[in-house]
């Protein structure tokens, strides 16, 4: 069973950054990862994916410029570093993992909060 442990998390002010990382607890065919955050009260939304492969990413449209998803194949990790970060971007951060390109996230992290003070 591969385990994800995410770390990075803390309080910043509006404007600063943090640098989350994702690692998996052993080596598996992995297609995709990325990162989704839940804010109080409100739903799980989806912030970044990449292909495990390729590199290839893709954000929501709220976190575009600000936020990068990258990815060490050799250590097993994937990074969210984000930039610019805005009160509304307060949520637990969850990191996932799919060995399939489509469908659902076969594994999920614990989650990190992060918080942004105004």
């Known amino acids: 069973q591969v385990q994800l442990v995410e770390s990075g998390g803390g309080l910043v002010q509006a404007g600063g950054s943090l640098r989350l990382a994702c690692e998996a607890s052993?080596?598996?065919?992995?297609?995709?990862w990325a990162w989704y955050r839940q804010a109080p009260e409100k739903e799980r939304k989806f912030v970044a994916v990449?292909?495990?492969?390729?590199?290839?990413?893709l954000y929501a449209d709220s976190v575009k410029g600000r936020f990068t998803i990258s990815r060490d194949i050799a250590k097993n990790t994937v990074y969210l570093q984000m930039d610019s970060l805005k009160p509304e971007d307060t949520a637990v951060y969850y990191c996932?993992?799919?060995?399939?390109?489509?469908?659902?996230?076969?594994?999920w992290g614990q989650g990190t909060q992060v918080t942004v003070s105004s």
């Open positions: 996932a993992t799919g060995l399939l390109p489509l469908g659902d996230y076969d594994y």
């Open positions: 052993e080596r598996s065919t992995f297609s995709r």
């Open positions: 990449i292909s495990w492969s390729s590199g290839n990413t």
